[in-house]
């Protein structure tokens, strides 16, 4: 993406004015985390419209102005944030039993591993955040969270079975890739095959949690199926909630949902290059 035309920026007394890195005349500098750029102003003068960063010639950030050249939120950015993620996120572990491996005994116990397992299980977690980034827009924002729920928990029915679903982990982080680039690219998804597809994924995602319950009774066993179902249900109305109540979105193609999508991508594909790894190279 090229650069504004530079009569479309100023300065103002309100942000003042740095003598040094200041490309040209005209501009409106800023600063942030030691980052110098300009800000562009609407036709009023008085909101910011979009950032550019100096330094590097890439375009921060768009503050919700709907004109042609100040929406273009250009598609290469969101992915460098997304690569970012990944190279953040490459060394992260982090434990998938709360009680540190061990087959919850009591109702309690089963209640607090379900509840921490979607929690800890960052691979879990990003993808709920992705369903709820998604279903925000939907018509109906409760049908895609609950297929994936219903999925997670006939999953976990399945790992009790014995049934062996191949290339779990893969389909895993897969699923989380493939959630946060949806949500990255700005578009509606369709309620019936996006809640089809999220119970497929919840059928892997629930496979994972069964393996901390192999073997428990059944009242620790409905705990935590109870557990970990209400609680992936309100972290994912809970985004919906953060997107259109806080952020105060209200187009699914707006930056912080698009970001947020991109994060989530990031850490899934952190996750599968690490599990692909972990394939081809098992010594690792």
Known sequence: MGR???SHWRATSDLGRLEDNIHEPGDLPFTLNATVGVCRIDASGNRPLCCYCLAQTTYLAHFGHDSAEGSDFNMTRILIIAATMLFATLSSAFAHHPLGGEVPTT????????IGHPIIGFDHLAFVIAVGLIAAFQSNRLVMPLGFVAGTVAGTMLTLAAVTL??????ITGSVVGAGAVAMRGKSAGLLPSTLLAALAGLFHGWAYGAAVVGAEATPLLAYLAGFGVTQLLIAVGVGILAREIWKVTS???????LAGALVAGVGLAYLIEN???MIFPGM
């Open 4 to 6: 504004p035309p530079l």
């Open 107 to 114: 109702a309690m116990h089963g209640l607090l591993s379900g």
């Open 166 to 171: 191949p290339l779990a982990e893969i389909v």
């Open 252 to 258: 699914v193609n707006a930056l912080q949902p698009r």
């Open 276 to 278: 692909v790894e972990g």
